[in-house]
């Protein structure tokens, strides 16, 4: 059982139409590592109590000859900003403690339907505001390379379970950063699809502009097969691009196989200041760019001079849009309900239940954004943001007419320790500089590991970015570096994960 859960998602599928494996044994695998390590990990929130019966019947379909979906039988974690309803969707809030949701989000409801097999809901900072998971009302999520530390955020417990071998699969969200940074920190693979390529529909809004649903796993094949299922137009939401897209499984194992760094014109930005990084990180990603270059690479410098303000345009934009998002969590239709006292009236109730159900930073955002949108402010701060938002996305047109893709740090140092930067939002906030520019222009950009910090270990990712609508592009590159770098180092990163080991883990 040991040897399943360290299997990448293709080869756990492969094996899975072959026969030599069923879902049952799989999922079951799955549930007996939660059981042994979520205690000191603790990524999820909630795990599924009929995971095994939905096994169950994949074999039952299996054995009975029926067409099913490639990754039929494997085992998927969902961020809990996605509503299920056979499992409780919080988005990591008191306010929504216990919440069932009638519905299933539409990436659920596509997981089912190929075959997938959800085990749980996994830990998120409290409405996905956050880049530690320290902000979750149901306490932190541990990155799984050292307790200590955090697996980031907002998605750092899908991307920990994966880490952990809890899963081999996990739906993520990013709406600033929070599928690729937490990947940077834990050694993972995660994609942010261009904006409208995945659908939002039962996705927990928190900014609705900016938010993107997306694949969390630990290679970059994994990552498109997820795609694969996930991906494509949906009428429920309005937001969702009515077009045909491309295998994005089959753009990684091209990359993989075929001689695509030949040639590619690879940006780096001349903005982005070498000093403001942790010197692990930035060598980790002098050495991949070297390694690309070794494969045919033209390394180009680029300009981009607005990216400098994409921080504080973002920390406009995202609050203005999570006060409006968030003004439904009102006592009155559904979750948390506070009665202050006997003859409450319904102000009341608002404010008691709102006070008690948001955490700290949920309400410092509502307050930001409140002011940013109240009369008289409102062409000072938001009108403003979405001005350098705009010549942020022109600076990603200039750039994409000179390189095919652009390549950045995935985060600028590797995972700090739980508490450090909690007291401090501004520099929580930092952390994703290097992230918000493509949530803000709508573009992609994955995250694939890079090395580790020669300092301390621990794991570094680095960011690739591409042009609307070229996630295919991303596959493909994702790819290729990732199979050369797994050559070096003679196997995949998360088998130098030290911590888990003592309790027949990582390791």
């Known amino acids: 059982m040991t040897d399943l859960i360290r299997l990448s998602a293709a080869a756990l599928a492969d094996k899975l139409a072959a026969g030599e494996v069923s879902s049952v044994e799989a999922t079951r695998a799955?549930?007996?590592?939660?059981?042994?390590?979520?205690?000191?990990?603790?990524?999820?929130?909630?795990?599924?109590?009929?995971?095994?019966?939905?096994?169950?019947?994949?074999?039952?379909?299996?054995?009975?000859?029926?067409?099913?979906?490639?990754?039929?039988?494997?085992?998927l974690a969902i961020k809990d900003v996605l509503v299920t309803t056979d499992m409780p969707s919080t988005s990591g809030s008191k306010i929504l403690e216990g919440y069932m949701s009638p519905f299933d989000a539409t990436v659920v409801a596509r997981s089912r339907a190929a075959g997938l097999v959800?085990?749980?809901?996994?830990?998120?900072?409290?409405?996905?505001?956050?880049?530690?998971?320290?902000?979750?009302a149901y306490g932190p999520t541990h990155n799984p390379w050292d307790f200590d530390r955090i697996p980031g955020g907002s998605g750092g417990g899908s991307a920990a379970a994966v880490a952990a071998f809890e899963a081999p699969l996990a739906l993520g969200s990013d709406t600033g950063g929070s599928i690729r940074q937490p990947a940077h920190v834990t050694g993972t693979v995660g994609l942010k699809p261009t904006y409208g390529g995945v659908s939002r529909y039962g996705a927990i809004a928190l900014a609705s502009s900016l938010d993107q649903v997306g694949p969390v796993t630990r290679t970059v094949l994994d990552a498109g097969l997820l795609h694969d299922v996930i991906g494509g137009h949906d009428p429920h939401d309005s937001t969702s691009l009515a077009e045909a897209w491309p295998s994005f499984a089959e753009a990684a194992r091209e990359g993989a196989r075929g001689d695509v760094l030949k040639g590619l014109r690879l940006g780096v930005i001349s903005e982005l200041p070498d000093s403001g990084f942790q010197p692990g990180v930035s060598a980790s990603f002098r050495s991949a760019l070297?390694?690309?270059?070794?494969h045919g690479a033209e390394i180009v410098e680029i300009s981009a001079p607005h990216?400098?303000?994409g921080v504080a345009a973002y920390y406009l934009v995202l609050p203005a849009e999570a006060s409006s998002n968030l003004a439904k969590f009102d006592s009155v239709r559904f979750g948390l309900r506070v009665m202050p006292h006997a003859n409450a009236t319904v102000e009341d109730?608002?404010?008691?239940?709102?006070?008690?159900?948001?955490?700290?930073?949920?309400?410092?955002?509502?307050?930001?954004?409140?002011?940013?949108?109240?009369?008289?402010?409102?062409d000072a701060y938001y009108g403003s943001a979405q001005k350098v938002r705009t010549l942020i996305q022109r600076d990603f047109d200039a750039a994409f007419t000179q390189v095919d893709v652009i390549a950045t740090p995935s985060a600028p140092t590797t995972a700090f320790r739980l508490g450090e930067k909690i007291d401090d939002p501004l520099q929580m906030y930092l952390n994703d500089v290097t992230t918000i520019p493509a949530n803000l222009a709508g573009v992609p950009g994955i995250s694939i590991p890079s090395g580790l910090a020669e300092e301390d270990g621990l794991p570094v990712g680095i960011q690739f970015l591409a042009p609307a609508?070229?996630?295919?592009?991303?596959?493909?590159?994702?790819?290729?570096?990732?199979?050369?770098?797994?050559?070096?180092?003679?196997?995949?990163?998360?088998?130098?994960a030290p911590v888990l080991g003592a309790k027949g883990g990582v390791r």
């Open 30 to 75: 799955h549930l007996d590592r939660i059981a042994d390590v979520d205690g000191d990990v603790h990524a999820f929130l909630h795990v599924s109590a009929n995971a095994l019966d939905v096994a169950a019947d994949i074999d039952r379909r299996r054995a009975a000859g029926e067409a099913l979906g490639v990754l039929a039988g494997v085992p």
């Open 118 to 136: 959800p085990l749980g809901k996994t830990n998120m900072d409290e409405f996905a505001m956050g880049s530690s998971t320290e902000h979750s």
């Open 290 to 294: 070297a390694v690309m270059e070794a």
């Open 307 to 309: 990216f400098e303000y």
């Open 349 to 378: 109730v608002m404010a008691a239940t709102r006070d008690a159900g948001f955490g700290d930073e949920v309400k410092r955002r509502i307050i930001l954004g409140t002011y940013a949108l109240s009369a008289g402010y409102y």
């Open 469 to 496: 609508r070229e996630d295919a592009r991303l596959y493909r590159v994702g790819a290729a570096l990732e199979a050369a770098l797994v050559d070096s180092w003679g196997g995949p990163l998360l088998d130098r």
